[in-house]
Each structure stands twice: as structure tokens, then as C-alpha cells.
């Protein structure tokens, strides 16, 4: 089954059943704070944010990069305890790579100029 098939058209939908697991099963008994709730539903709106760029092929770069924001937002939302500067740099890091990959995938709309051979002030 392809994911088109899983998602449709629907990803408001999957994004509020998400929801609605996490808060039945923090009435139920999982120990998680509300700020705790708000981020894993961030995380699992950036994970679909992904999952449409890479179907659509358009803007799955920015779509990682909000991802990591996410993933670190959870990670610091659970405990992780790093200061404001090791964050930024890590999200630093994961833009710049996300970045170094984006490059390879883009083609320029207009072919490059043809290389011209240049002698004094003459070309030949």
C-alpha cells in the first residue's frame, strides 16, 4: 500500500487522530505534562509536513529542517538539557547538511552560459 494511499488527502485528519491518541492516552495513564501533548503533536505535524514534501517532491529540504526544529523541541520538552547555544548549533549543523544535500537536488532553470576563451581584450 503507498503512502498517497495511507495519507489522500487527508492529512488533517491523521494529524487530529494523533492528537486525540495522545491525550486518551495520557487520561489513561501515560505521564506526560500538556507542554509534553503540545510537542509531540509539533513533532507529528513535522513528520507530516515530510511526508507531504517527499510525496509532492517540493520543499522536502524545509520540511527536514522544520523536522529537526521539532525533534529537538521533543527531545528538550522530555529532559534533554542543553543550553540555547548547543542547540542552535545543532540546528546549525542540520540545516547546513540539509542544505549541502538540497544543492544536489536542484537543477538550474536556464542552462549554464557557454565558456568563451578570452586573449587580451579579443574573444576567440
Known sequence: MSAVKVFGREPAAWLSLVAVAVKLAAAFGLD?????????????????????????????????????QAALALAVGFGLDWSAERQAVVLAAATVVVGMWDRTQVTAPVPAPPARLVVGNRDI
Do not use: C, K, S
Open 32 to 68: 506526560v505534562t500538556a507542554d509534553q501533548q503540545a510537542t509531540i503533536n509539533a513533532v507529528a505535524a513535522a513528520v507530516m509536513g515530510v511526508l507531504i514534501a517527499a510525496l509532492v517532491h517540493d520543499g522536502i529540504g524545509a520540511a527536514l529542517i522544520g523536522f529537526a
